[in-house]
């Protein structure tokens, strides 16, 4: 059984929280996004930062995004769209689509060319209809 590490996400969370850094965002981005320790299967960040990748979706306001995470895991299905840039090859994970604060967003990856962005919003609306 995995342990998860509650308590040092919740040191990286309230650093996060006070961090009042000023970026610039879009829809179609990846950025790397500190997801942080979720419940169950809600799926978790990584490393000392609690971070994964994550498609910018929508842009709600400078305060907020909807994203979708990103896996290597996993084959594409109904739940799974996969997507390529020049930089990296993965997998949205659309079953798990969240509103976050722009201060999860940490470090720009690339943009998502636009025919990919616009599979991944149809497998959306398929998803959630």
Known sequence: MHIKDFNNWNVEKQYIN???KELYF???EIWWCACGIN???EIDGK???FERPALILKYINKDMVLVTPLTTKGLEDEYHVRIKTKKMSS???ISQIRVISSKRL???IDTLPEDQFLRVREK???FLS
């Open 26 to 28: 879009d829809e179609r």
């Open 39 to 41: 419940i169950g299967v």
């Open 91 to 93: 997998l949205a994970k």
């Open 47 to 49: 490393n000392g930062k």
């Open 106 to 108: 940490l470090r720009k």
């Open 124 to 126: 959306l609306l398929d």
């Open 18 to 20: 006070g961090n009042d």
